[in-house]
């Protein structure tokens, strides 16, 4: 895996990674930036939404449960000093579905956050990572 990260003009950088794609990343206004893309700290909240979401969903295809929806919600708490880093990150994950079994949702969500995403596994022992679920019918 790699990625490569040009500088393009203000506050504003090209990521692209070994897989082809690309994202735009770019500051506040106020620090110079032209508010045109995401800042990289998102990006980080971003990666960790995906990353577990991926392992969630695919975990609840294999139990076969019929998933109409899934949105992850991922709010961080930053020091106040520099360097700003995470202290506290939130995960909820929203499970839309018919007849799901909470047991299978809880079970996916638990392997996700305590055996396979390795976004968390990587930031966990710099932020404090706390986690829930909601099943709604639909």
Known sequence: MEAKVTYVDGLRFLGEASSGHAVVMDGDPEYGGKNTGLRPTE?????????SGMDVISILKKKRQDVR???ITVKGQRAEDHPKKFTDITIEFIVTGRALS???VKR????????????KATIEGVAKIS?????LEG
């Open 69 to 71: 929806k899934l949105e």
């Open 131 to 135: 986690f829930a679920y909601r099943i």
């Open 102 to 104: 909470e047991e299978a």
């Open 43 to 51: 990006l980080l909240l971003v990666g960790l939404g995906g990353c």
């Open 108 to 119: 996916a969500v638990d392997l996700s956050m305590d055996k396979y995403c390795s976004v």
